[in-house]
């Protein structure tokens, strides 16, 4: 098979990958485009991610580009965009959705409606550009005015050169292969990284226990604390540029009383490169390649109905590391067989 794969032609092996390039896009669609006119203002105020501050007075600037193409030429530092939309364009209960703001020159924070949703690169004092990260964000529907207005309000900082939400799509999507998910765990997770490179580790149940139990700015004994971070998304453009060694990602969700007795499986997209996952500090599976999807079986004896704890050991020695691609939730097992058969 390996020879046969040698064997195809440059030009078609480039059309080949295309086509399967392609097809991971159009899982996508969009929802509510949010190209066009933004509000826009220098300086930098926490008080403006409120949905109810008046914007009245800021400029008005077109994204996506560049902002010195649109009139704030050499300006470097802080600003902030703000944007409203209709809830009623999202009211589908089988959709989930993300918010896409293409390529953000050069650091981001995403808020909907007051509430964080995301943000890639660092910002100063730890300064560290994200310019050639897509941006994802997952829009929990709790954060989400269904029968009403929105506000997104996104804070950015630019070192040099152009800055701003500079390219790319911008907009509300809805993914298809989210459809079948019984849970969907997009979004923000607690995240702290080890500091070393520890290899294949276990761990017993009473560390386990602690991690699961520890508050998000608690330190462990190398000083290392429990930050937010996106999920999917590398951690290389979420403020640990360069960073080769182990993390642990955490995240505590609800599962309803109506999937009591059903057979459910996790999936986790792809993660680069090892990892370790345990479900209510009990291991559920183990994968070794980056580039594998992570599907683990979850039987009814396993989760709870009400609060349960993810906790995810990943070990990268070296690229990009962490849990960078989709999809992550939880779907009943009968669902999952259907989804597998006809997923492209």
Same mark, same amino acid.
């Given at each position: 098979?390996?020879?046969?794969?040698? %064997?195809?032609?440059?030009?078609?092996?480039?059309?080949?990958?295309?086509?399967?390039?392609?097809?991971?896009?159009?899982?996508?669609?969009?929802?509510?485009?949010?190209?066009? $006119?933004?509000?826009?203002?220098?300086?930098?105020?926490?008080?403006?991610?409120?949905?109810?501050?008046?914007?009245?007075?800021?400029?008005?600037?077109?994204?996506?580009?560049?902002?010195?193409?649109?009139?704030?030429?050499?300006? $470097?530092?802080?600003?902030?965009?703000?944007?409203?939309?209709?809830?009623?364009?999202?009211?589908? %209960?089988?959709?989930?959705?993300?918010?896409?703001?293409?390529?953000?020159?050069?650091?981001?924070?995403?808020?909907?409606?007051?509430?964080?949703?995301?943000?890639? +690169?660092?910002?100063?004092?730890?300064?560290?550009?994200?310019?050639?990260?897509?941006?994802?964000?997952?829009?929990?529907?709790?954060?989400?005015?269904?029968?009403?207005?929105?506000?997104?309000?996104?804070?950015?900082?630019?070192?040099?050169?152009?800055?701003?939400?500079?390219? +790319?799509?911008?907009?509300?999507?809805?993914?298809?292969?989210?459809?079948?998910?019984?849970?969907?765990?997009?979004?923000?997770?607690?995240?702290?990284?080890?500091?070393?490179?520890?290899?294949?580790?276990?761990?017993?149940?009473?560390?386990?226990?602690?991690? %699961?139990?520890?508050?998000?700015?608690?330190?462990?004994?190398?000083?290392?604390?429990?930050?937010?971070?996106?999920?999917? +998304?590398?951690?290389?453009?979420?403020?640990?540029?360069?960073? $080769?060694?182990?993390?642990?990602?955490?995240?505590?969700?609800?599962?309803?009383?109506?999937?009591?007795?059903?057979?459910?499986?996790?999936?986790?997209?792809?993660?680069?490169?090892?990892?370790?996952?345990?479900?209510?500090?009990?291991?559920?599976?183990?994968?070794?390649?980056?580039?594998?999807?992570?599907?683990?079986?979850?039987?009814?004896?396993?989760?709870?109905?009400?609060?349960?704890?993810?906790?995810?050991?990943?070990?990268?020695?070296?690229?990009?590391?962490?849990?960078?691609? %989709?999809?992550?939730?939880?779907?009943?097992?009968?669902?999952?067989?259907?989804?597998?058969?006809?997923?492209?």
């Amino acid at each position: 098979m390996k020879k046969e794969y040698q %064997s195809i032609p440059f030009i078609i092996l480039c059309l080949l990958l295309n086509i399967q390039r392609s097809a991971a896009q159009d899982k996508w669609e969009m929802i509510v485009n949010l190209k066009g $006119n933004w509000k826009f203002a220098i300086g930098d105020n926490k008080r403006w991610t409120e949905p109810d501050f008046s914007d009245r007075e800021w400029e008005n600037i077109l994204v996506p580009s560049n902002w010195e193409d649109e009139g704030f030429n050499g300006y $470097n530092g802080h600003a902030w965009y703000r944007k409203t939309f209709e809830g009623s364009a999202l009211n589908n %209960s089988k959709w989930t959705f993300d918010l896409f703001l293409g390529y953000i020159d050069d650091v981001d924070e995403v808020y909907l409606n007051g509430h964080k949703i995301g943000g890639s +690169g660092s910002f100063p004092p730890k300064y560290h550009t994200a310019y050639n990260a897509s941006r994802k964000y997952h829009m929990p529907g709790e954060y989400i005015n269904f029968n009403g207005k929105n506000v997104i309000a996104v804070r950015v900082y630019d070192a040099e050169h152009y800055g701003g939400i500079v390219s +790319g799509q911008v907009g509300i999507f809805t993914n298809k292969d989210d459809e079948d998910l019984a849970i969907n765990l997009r979004g923000i997770w607690d995240f702290k990284i080890t500091g070393r490179n520890e290899g294949y580790q276990e761990f017993d149940k009473s560390y386990l226990l602690n991690l %699961s139990q520890s508050a998000n700015e608690e330190k462990d004994n190398n000083g290392k604390r429990w930050v937010n971070i996106t999920v999917p +998304g590398v951690w290389e453009h979420q403020g640990f540029n360069d960073y $080769n060694g182990s993390a642990w990602y955490r995240k505590t969700f609800t599962i309803p009383a109506s999937l009591k007795g059903e057979d459910l499986i996790l999936m986790l997209g792809k993660i680069d490169d090892y990892d370790k996952t345990y479900l209510n500090g009990k291991l559920v599976g183990t994968t070794n390649h980056y580039n594998k999807l992570r599907i683990y079986n979850i039987t009814s004896d396993m989760f709870n109905s009400g609060t349960n704890t993810l906790l995810i050991y990943v070990n990268d020695p070296q690229g990009y590391g962490g849990i960078y691609d %989709s999809p992550i939730g939880l779907m009943k097992q009968s669902d999952f067989t259907r989804y597998f058969r006809w997923r492209k």
